[in-house]
């Protein structure tokens, strides 16, 4: 056999393994678990990556608690990683199920989306970005004052499964130009804007409850794009006067009724 065609046999070979491993890179049927995720990683991934994630029993183990490690990554691509192995970590695609490997991922996520940050973006959250997103991420709520358009939903797993969450920062950051969403770096700090994605984040999983933390903080207001006439002066006035004349008519009512 000439040099040349053996070549071209190792090439088609190449090719065809690439096509599986594409392939086998489904996403999940439904929300992974961030529980059983925890009894996997335990099991199978502690010994080299650490009880804390920090990578710590094995010289080059992923540390999943690098901010910068993790923000340019997503699911998709270590679930390629943990099902076919990569460098010393073994392919886990005959040891472990495919909801298993998906439930292992949303554990590995905690690392990064500590309790403590996710859970001073819930209060973030809540007071800035669910009137559009939903209080379930699921971008339910829009459709109500925006023409039918739809926030972005963050329980959708075939897309989170190929965002980083470095793409969720940059536009909460600059908004989505053409699309009702603000942008936010004027009224949130940075790390305001790192916490609001981490909560944002484990929407896509499910068993995993984020307490408030920290002290609630005011809302700044949706930038820009209010053109609800509730929130322009005038409609405040209209409003207030609207209450006065209601505080009135109850007033002389009720007057009425104790002189009778
Ligand atoms: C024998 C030690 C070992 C075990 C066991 C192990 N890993 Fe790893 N893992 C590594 C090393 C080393 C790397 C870094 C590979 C590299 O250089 O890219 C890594 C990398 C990774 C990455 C990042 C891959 C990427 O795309 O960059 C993920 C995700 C991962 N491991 C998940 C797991 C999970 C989940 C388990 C358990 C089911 C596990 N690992 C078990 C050693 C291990
Ligand atoms: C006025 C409604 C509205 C508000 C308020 C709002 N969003 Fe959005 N958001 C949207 C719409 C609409 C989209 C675009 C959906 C699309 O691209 O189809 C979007 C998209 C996004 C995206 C997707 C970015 C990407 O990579 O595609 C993220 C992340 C996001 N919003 C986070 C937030 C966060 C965090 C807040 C609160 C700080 C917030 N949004 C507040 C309406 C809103």
Redesign the pocket.
Known sequence: MSGVSEHRILLSALIILMLIGLVSAEYPSERPSVVSGQV??T???????GEKGN?S??????D?TDNQ?MTG?NSS??????TNG?????P?VN??SQS??WD??A??WMFWADRDSAGKGRIIYETNCATCHGMKGDGAEISREFNGERAFDFTNLSTMANKHPSELFYGVTNGISGKAMPPWKDKLSESERWNVVKYAWTFQFKDYTIEITGTPIPSPGIPSQSNSWYSTPGGAAIIFISLAIAAGILYLFRKGMIER
């Open positions: 996997v990683f099991s199978a991934c502690a010994t080299c990556h990578g029993g094995y010289t080059g183990a992923y999943f490690k990554r691509s270590f679930f390629l990683s943990i990569r460098q010393a970590m073994p886990f040891r472990l298993q490997r292992v991922i554990y590995l």
